[in-house]
């Protein structure tokens, strides 16, 4: 069984820090992996994505994958109370080419 | 660009009525298409996906099912709704597999 695992939250933070959510994956077939935010009430949009070992850095957003490990994560640096949102974590198995998601983290940034 | 249109936007249906949901993709050709509901507090969970036209692969039995009539058309439908298809459907296309997906706005579906 493919798994995807993310911890629920609510992960806060105050506004400015650094918010950091974390995602293991249990299938070292994965082959690239994706963060989607969601906002409540509003369909997944997609933030990031990794495939090589290491750091990956967009504007306020850096994704990190260490496949030794099975871990991503994604870092959002100075958090803004509109970074309040619910944070999928989703892995790709090139054999099923098939995005298996966790169930998602939310994150609360307080002003 | 690419656009995804999903419709209804919300939809109340006694138990026992049919659905049909629609998903059109703009902007691109031979995508792959998703439909996938996100029951209230839950992750995502995949139905349907194809790979064009008339290949439709299922996911999970249930009493609903998938049709792709056309290169950018995909419906969700279900002849007779139950209380627990009750949940968030999302439409989703991806270049090929391997690649990331893109979601529609989502239909909110309440079967009462």
């Known amino acids: 069984q493919k798994e995807v695992e993310q911890n629920s939250g609510p992960l806060s933070v105050p506004e400015g820090a650094i918010a950091s959510l974390n995602c293991t994956y249990s299938d070292r077939g994965s082959q690239s992996f994706f963060w989607y935010r969601q906002y409540s009430g509003k369909s997944p949009e997609l933030i990031m994505f990794i495939y090589s070992n290491g750091d990956k850095e967009d504007g306020r957003f850096t994704a990190q994958l260490n496949k030794a490990s099975q871990y991503v994560s994604l870092l959002i640096r100075d958090s803004q109370p509109s970074d309040s949102a619910t944070y999928l974590c989703a892995g790709i198995y090139n054999q099923g080419g098939k995005l298996i998601f966790g169930q998602g983290t939310e994150l609360s940034v307080k002003p | ?112």
């Open chain 2, 1 to 112: 660009s690419q656009t995804i249109h999903q419709w209804p936007a919300t939809l109340v249906q006694p138990v026992g009525s049919p659905l049909s949901l629609e998903c059109t993709v703009e902007g691109t050709s031979n995508p792959n298409l998703y439909w996938y509901r996100q029951a209230a507090g839950r992750g995502l969970q995949l139905l349907f996906y194809s790979v064009g036209i008339g290949q439709i692969s299922s996911e999970v039995p249930q009493n609903l099912s998938a049709s792709r009539p056309q290169d950018r058309q995909f419906i969700l439908s279900s002849k007779k709704l139950l209380l627990s298809d009750s949940g968030f459907y999302l439409c989703a296309w991806s270049y090929g597999w391997g690649n990331e997906q893109f979601f529609g706005p989502g239909t909110r579906l309440t079967v009462l």
